[in-house]
C-alpha cells in the first residue's frame, strides 16, 4: 500500500482551516458578539454601556446567585431592545430595569445572545400617594403611617389614541395594583444615554395612562393623559411633553395646572377657583364671558390660558352632559345637578316629599365628597342660601345634626332670608336611621302646672282651659324585641322632629297613664312637644287634666306611648307539681323571707301545704332555656298590710332565689314582665323611676 505523501496532508490540512475561515467569516458579518474572543473597537461613549454578552439562560442563572429573578415577559421595543424587568426572588417586586439588545444566535448553539444596554434601580411608591385620590371623597380618611411603601410589579407598554407616540426615545411604565387602583413609573430611554424615571402617577379607578393630542395647541409631540373619573366626578390630568436642551433627557413632562397668571382679572381668578373645585361648568361660563371681553379689545390670552381654557372646556362637557341625561334616579339627579353648578334645581329634590328628600340623603351617604369640595369654592365665589343648604346637608352626613345647624348658621350671611326655615328645613332632612326603632316607651310623669320653664325643642300650642302641663320623663324604650334603658345616646344628636316620629307621637300623641293608688284606672294625656338632652334622655311635654296631679303625690305613675302594652305572659303551671327537692327548698325560701319581714301566723309545714296549690308561671329570664319560676303572690294569699301587690318571687328551677320585692324598701320593685325576646326582661321601680332588669345568670 502506497503512503500519503506530506504534501497531501498539507494541503488537506490548508482546505479545512480555509473552511473553518469562511464559516467564522460568516457568523462574524451575521453576528460580530457572538466571537466572545472578538473585540471589536468601539467608541469610548458606546464601551461604558456595554456588558458582557449573554444568552438569558446566562443572565438568569448570574441574578438568580443573588436572590433576584429575571422577568418573563419583556417589553418589545423598536429597534430590536426589549426592556426587562429584574424581580425580588420572594416578593415578586420590580428592583432594577434592564435594557437589552438582541444580537441574533450563533451557528452552533442556536441561542439569542443579548447585551445589556443600561440599568437602573427601582424602589417602590409611597402609599399615602398611591392612595390620596381614592381618600379625597372621605369626611375622615383613615391615617396612613408615614413611611409605608407600595412595590411596582410589572412592565407595561403605554396605550395610544390614533396611534400618537413621542418622536424620540423608547416609553415604558412599571405599574403595581391594589383594589384602590393602579398606580406606577414612567420611564423613558434615549438610545445610547440614561434611562429617565419621567413621573410618578396613580389611579383609583385602575386605568393607566396613555398617549393623545389632548390640547388644541400645536405640539409635535402627544400629551400624556390619566382620566382618574371616579364617582362620576371627571379629573383628567394632562402632562405636555416638550423638547428641552437636556442632551440626556431632551423630552420631558410639563404639567397642565390651574395656577394662576399674572395680570388677570378677578372673573379669571374666579374662574379658576371654581375650576380647582370641581364647578367646570361655571367656571367655563366665566371663561367665556373673559375671551369675549379680550375680543372685543382685539386682544388675546396667553398659551398657558388657552391650556386652562382646554383643560376646562374638557371637563364641563362631561358634567354637562351628567346633569342633562337624568334618569329617574331622585338621588342622581341632585348629585349631578349639584355638580354642574345647578345648586338650585338641585336643592328642589330635598324640598320635595320624604321619599324623594329620603333618596337624595341616601346618595349622599356615599357621594357626599363629591360635592363638598364644590360647595366650598362656591361659597368663595358666588354664595347664595342654595350652597350654604347642601354645605349643612353634607355636614349633617359626615357629622351630627348639632354640628350641621351650627355650620349653617355660621355661613348664612342672606339677611332676606329667614335662618330658622333653615334650621327646620335642615331638621327634616336629618333622615339617616337613627339606630334604634322604638315600638314602646314606659316613663314617669310629674305636673308642671300652668307654665313651663324647659326649652321644649318643638313649638308647643297654647294651653288650653281646664288642662295643666305635665311633663313626662321616658325611662324604658322598646327597641325592635329589645327592651332599653334611659339615656338614649343614640338619639342624642338626632333630629326632634324625627325623633317624635319614630316614638309615633306624630299619628297618634295619647299617653296613658296608670293612675297610683286606683286600681286600674287610666288617664289619658296629649304629648305636645320633646325635649333630647345631650347624653339621649329624652322628655315629653303633655297636656291633660289637673285631676291627676293629686294622685302623684307620694306615687310613682306610669306612663305608656306607642303602640298598646300586654304584659308577657309565662307557661303556668302549680308548685306542688315541681320535683320535691326543688319544692322543698322554694317552701323553706319563702318561710324564710317572710319571717325576716314579720312574723308568719302558720308554721312551716302549714304554709307548705298551702304553697303546693299555689300557680306559678315558667319564664326564660336567665337564658332561653332557663325555665325559671315565677311566683306572684296576692294579697289573699300574703297579707302585708297596705303595699303594692302582687308580691313578686323569682326562683331558678333548681330553687335558687333570683329576685324578690317582699320588703318595701327592696332596691328594685316589681312592676311587670315584657313583652319581647327570650331571655326576657322584667320592669321594675328603682329609686324613683322604672327600668328593665336582666337577671343574669
Same mark, same amino acid.
Given at each position: 500500500?502506497?503512503?500519503?505523501?506530506?504534501?497531501?496532508?498539507?494541503?488537506?490540512?490548508?482546505?479545512?482551516?480555509?473552511?473553518?475561515?469562511?464559516?467564522?467569516?460568516?457568523?462574524?458579518?451575521?453576528?460580530?458578539?457572538?466571537?466572545?474572543?472578538?473585540?471589536?473597537?468601539?467608541?469610548?461613549?458606546?464601551?461604558?454601556? %456595554?456588558?458582557?454578552?449573554?444568552?438569558?439562560?446566562?443572565? !438568569?442563572?448570574?441574578?438568580?446567585? /443573588?436572590?433576584?429573578?429575571?422577568?418573563?415577559?419583556?417589553? &418589545?421595543?423598536?429597534?430590536?431592545?426589549?426592556?426587562?424587568?429584574?424581580?425580588?426572588?420572594?416578593?415578586?417586586?420590580? $428592583?432594577?430595569?434592564?435594557?437589552?439588545?438582541?444580537?441574533?444566535?450563533?451557528?452552533?448553539?442556536?441561542?439569542?445572545?443579548?447585551?445589556?444596554?443600561?440599568?437602573?434601580? +427601582?424602589?417602590?411608591?409611597?402609599?399615602?400617594?398611591?392612595? #390620596?385620590?381614592?381618600?379625597?371623597?372621605?369626611?375622615?380618611?383613615? @391615617?396612613?403611617?408615614?413611611?409605608?411603601?407600595?412595590?411596582?410589579?410589572?412592565?407595561?407598554?403605554?396605550?395610544?389614541?390614533?396611534?400618537?407616540?413621542? /418622536?424620540?426615545?423608547?416609553?415604558?411604565?412599571?405599574?403595581?395594583?391594589?383594589?384602590?387602583?393602579?398606580?406606577? $413609573?414612567?420611564?423613558?430611554?434615549?438610545?445610547?444615554?440614561?434611562?429617565?424615571?419621567?413621573?410618578?402617577?396613580?389611579?383609583?379607578?385602575?386605568?393607566?395612562?396613555?398617549?393623545?393630542?389632548?390640547?388644541?395647541?400645536?405640539?409635535?409631540?402627544?400629551?400624556?393623559? &390619566?382620566?382618574?373619573?371616579?364617582?362620576?366626578?371627571?379629573?383628567?390630568?394632562?402632562?405636555?411633553?416638550?423638547?428641552?436642551?437636556?442632551?440626556?433627557?431632551?423630552?420631558?413632562?410639563?404639567?397642565?395646572?390651574?395656577?394662576?397668571?399674572?395680570?388677570?382679572?378677578?372673573?379669571?381668578?374666579?374662574?379658576?377657583?371654581?375650576?380647582?373645585?370641581?364647578?367646570?361648568?361655571?367656571?367655563?361660563?366665566?371663561?367665556?364671558?373673559? *375671551?369675549?371681553?379680550?375680543?372685543?379689545?382685539?386682544?388675546?390670552?396667553?398659551? +398657558?390660558?388657552?391650556?386652562?381654557?382646554?383643560?376646562?372646556?374638557?371637563?364641563?362637557?362631561?358634567?354637562?352632559?351628567?346633569?342633562?341625561?337624568?334618569?329617574?334616579?331622585?338621588?342622581?339627579?341632585?348629585?349631578?345637578?349639584?355638580?354642574?353648578?345647578?345648586?338650585?334645581?338641585?336643592?328642589?329634590?330635598?324640598?320635595?316629599?320624604?321619599?324623594?328628600? !329620603?333618596?337624595?340623603?341616601?346618595?349622599?351617604?356615599?357621594?357626599?365628597?363629591?360635592?363638598?369640595?364644590?360647595?366650598?369654592?362656591?361659597?368663595?365665589?358666588?354664595?347664595?342660601?342654595?350652597?350654604?343648604?347642601?354645605?349643612?346637608?353634607?355636614?349633617?352626613?359626615?357629622?351630627?345634626?348639632?354640628? #350641621?345647624?351650627?355650620?349653617?348658621?355660621?355661613?348664612?350671611?342672606?339677611?332676606?332670608?329667614?335662618?330658622?326655615?333653615?334650621?327646620?328645613?335642615? @331638621?327634616?332632612?336629618?333622615?339617616?336611621?337613627?339606630?334604634?326603632?322604638?315600638?314602646?316607651?314606659?316613663?314617669?310623669?310629674?305636673?308642671?302646672?300652668?307654665?313651663?320653664?324647659?326649652?321644649?325643642?318643638?313649638?308647643?300650642?297654647?294651653?288650653?282651659?281646664? =288642662?295643666?302641663?305635665?311633663?313626662?320623663?321616658?325611662?324604658?324604650?322598646?327597641?325592635?324585641?329589645?327592651?332599653?334603658?334611659?339615656?338614649?345616646? *343614640? %338619639?342624642?344628636?338626632?333630629?326632634?322632629?324625627?325623633?317624635?316620629?319614630?316614638?309615633?307621637?306624630?299619628?297618634?300623641?295619647?299617653?296613658?297613664?296608670?293612675?297610683?293608688?286606683?286600681?286600674?284606672?287610666?288617664?289619658?294625656?296629649?304629648?305636645?312637644?320633646?325635649?333630647?338632652?345631650?347624653?339621649?334622655?329624652?322628655?315629653?311635654?303633655?297636656?291633660?287634666?289637673?285631676?291627676?296631679?293629686?294622685?302623684?303625690?307620694?306615687?310613682?305613675?306610669?306612663?305608656?306611648?306607642?303602640?298598646?302594652?300586654?304584659?308577657?305572659?309565662?307557661?303556668?303551671?302549680?308548685?306542688?307539681?315541681?320535683?320535691?327537692?326543688?319544692?322543698?327548698?322554694?317552701?323553706?325560701?319563702?318561710?324564710?323571707?317572710?319571717?325576716?319581714?314579720? !312574723?308568719?301566723?302558720?308554721?312551716?309545714?302549714?304554709?307548705?301545704?298551702?304553697?303546693?296549690?299555689?300557680?306559678?308561671?315558667?319564664?326564660? %329570664?336567665?337564658?332561653?332555656?332557663? !325555665?325559671?319560676?315565677?311566683?306572684?303572690?296576692?294579697?289573699?294569699?300574703?297579707?302585708?298590710?297596705?303595699?303594692?301587690?302582687?308580691?313578686?318571687?323569682?326562683?331558678?328551677?333548681?330553687?335558687?332565689?333570683?329576685?324578690?320585692?317582699? /320588703?318595701?324598701?327592696?332596691?328594685? =320593685?316589681?312592676?311587670?314582665?315584657?313583652?319581647?325576646?327570650?331571655?326576657?326582661?322584667?320592669?321594675?321601680?328603682?329609686?324613683?323611676?322604672?327600668?328593665?332588669?336582666?337577671?343574669?345568670?
Amino acid at each position: 500500500m502506497q503512503g500519503i505523501s506530506i504534501s497531501r496532508i498539507t494541503l488537506l490540512l490548508a482546505i479545512a482551516a480555509m473552511g473553518v475561515g469562511i464559516v467564522l467569516s460568516i457568523q462574524f458579518l451575521i453576528n460580530p458578539f457572538s466571537l466572545p474572543w472578538v473585540e471589536l473597537d468601539q467608541p469610548a461613549t458606546i464601551a461604558q454601556t %456595554l456588558s458582557s454578552i449573554q444568552t438569558l439562560d446566562q443572565v !438568569k442563572a448570574e441574578l438568580l446567585d /443573588s436572590q433576584f429573578l429575571l422577568g418573563d415577559q419583556p417589553l &418589545i421595543l423598536k429597534d430590536n431592545f426589549q426592556v426587562y424587568p429584574v424581580l425580588d426572588k420572594d416578593s415578586k417586586a420590580i $428592583r432594577q430595569i434592564r435594557i437589552y439588545q438582541t444580537l441574533g444566535a450563533d451557528l452552533w448553539q442556536q441561542q439569542k445572545k443579548f447585551r445589556l444596554i443600561k440599568q437602573t434601580e +427601582v424602589t417602590e411608591l409611597e402609599e399615602a400617594f398611591i392612595k #390620596a385620590p381614592s381618600l379625597k371623597y372621605q369626611a375622615h380618611p383613615p @391615617q396612613i403611617k408615614e413611611g409605608n411603601t407600595l412595590a411596582l410589579t410589572q412592565l407595561q407598554s403605554i396605550p395610544s389614541i390614533n396611534g400618537e407616540a413621542p /418622536s424620540q426615545g423608547l416609553w415604558f411604565m412599571a405599574i403595581g395594583k391594589l383594589k384602590e387602583g393602579v398606580y406606577g $413609573r414612567v420611564f423613558s430611554y434615549m438610545p445610547n444615554q440614561a434611562i429617565n424615571m419621567e413621573l410618578e402617577w396613580t389611579n383609583p379607578n385602575g386605568k393607566i395612562p396613555h398617549w393623545q393630542r389632548f390640547l388644541t395647541l400645536q405640539n409635535p409631540e402627544p400629551d400624556l393623559v &390619566i382620566d382618574q373619573t371616579q364617582n362620576l366626578d371627571p379629573r383628567f390630568l394632562v402632562f405636555r411633553l416638550e423638547a428641552t436642551t437636556n442632551s440626556t433627557n431632551p423630552l420631558q413632562f410639563r404639567t397642565l395646572n390651574l395656577h394662576e397668571a399674572p395680570a388677570m382679572p378677578k372673573i379669571y381668578s374666579d374662574a379658576l377657583v371654581l375650576a380647582s373645585g370641581g364647578l367646570w361648568s361655571p367656571a367655563l361660563a366665566k371663561f367665556e364671558s373673559l *375671551k369675549a371681553d379680550l375680543q372685543a379689545k382685539n386682544d388675546q390670552w396667553e398659551p +398657558v390660558i388657552q391650556e386652562q381654557y382646554d383643560l376646562i372646556r374638557y371637563h364641563a362637557q362631561i358634567t354637562a352632559d351628567l346633569a342633562q341625561n337624568l334618569d329617574a334616579d331622585y338621588g342622581m339627579n341632585s348629585l349631578a345637578l349639584a355638580m354642574n353648578g345647578q345648586w338650585v334645581e338641585a336643592f328642589q329634590n330635598l324640598q320635595g316629599s320624604e321619599f324623594v328628600a !329620603k333618596s337624595v340623603i341616601d346618595t349622599l351617604a356615599t357621594k357626599a365628597g363629591n360635592i363638598w369640595l364644590r360647595v366650598d369654592a362656591a361659597l368663595a365665589v358666588e354664595p347664595i342660601p342654595e350652597i350654604v343648604l347642601w354645605g349643612s346637608v353634607i355636614v349633617l352626613q359626615w357629622d351630627d345634626l348639632p354640628t #350641621a345647624e351650627q355650620w349653617l348658621r355660621s355661613h348664612w350671611q342672606f339677611p332676606k332670608r329667614d335662618v330658622s326655615e333653615a334650621i327646620s328645613l335642615l @331638621q327634616r332632612l336629618d333622615l339617616a336611621p337613627l339606630g334604634i326603632d322604638p315600638q314602646q316607651f314606659i316613663g314617669t310623669i310629674q305636673l308642671l302646672g300652668n307654665s313651663t320653664d324647659r326649652p321644649w325643642q318643638i313649638t308647643p300650642p297654647p294651653l288650653l282651659d281646664g =288642662q295643666t302641663w305635665y311633663e313626662v320623663d321616658i325611662s324604658v324604650i322598646r327597641d325592635q324585641e329589645v327592651w332599653r334603658n334611659a339615656p338614649f345616646p *343614640k %338619639l342624642a344628636k338626632r333630629s326632634k322632629l324625627m325623633i317624635w316620629k319614630a316614638l309615633g307621637l306624630e299619628t297618634n300623641n295619647i299617653l296613658t297613664v296608670d293612675v297610683p293608688n286606683r286600681e286600674g284606672e287610666t288617664i289619658d294625656l296629649i304629648a305636645q312637644s320633646i325635649w333630647v338632652g345631650e347624653d339621649g334622655q329624652i322628655k315629653l311635654l303633655a297636656t291633660g287634666a289637673p285631676e291627676l296631679g293629686q294622685s302623684l303625690t307620694n306615687a310613682l305613675g306610669l306612663v305608656k306611648g306607642g303602640n298598646i302594652f300586654f304584659e308577657a305572659r309565662g307557661t303556668y303551671d302549680t308548685l306542688g307539681n315541681l320535683n320535691s327537692g326543688v319544692f322543698d327548698q322554694i317552701s323553706r325560701t319563702i318561710y324564710q323571707q317572710l319571717s325576716a319581714y314579720g !312574723k308568719v301566723s302558720v308554721s312551716e309545714a302549714e304554709l307548705s301545704q298551702k304553697l303546693s296549690r299555689w300557680s306559678l308561671e315558667q319564664v326564660n %329570664l336567665q337564658t332561653k332555656t332557663s !325555665k325559671d319560676i315565677l311566683l306572684k303572690i296576692d294579697r289573699d294569699k300574703v297579707d302585708l298590710g297596705d303595699r303594692s301587690y302582687p308580691i313578686v318571687m323569682i326562683f331558678s328551677k333548681n330553687g335558687d332565689l333570683l329576685f324578690e320585692d317582699i /320588703s318595701p324598701s327592696a332596691p328594685n =320593685q316589681w312592676v311587670a314582665l315584657l313583652p319581647g325576646a327570650e331571655p326576657q326582661k322584667i320592669l321594675v321601680k328603682t329609686n324613683g323611676n322604672y327600668q328593665s332588669l336582666a337577671l343574669t345568670p
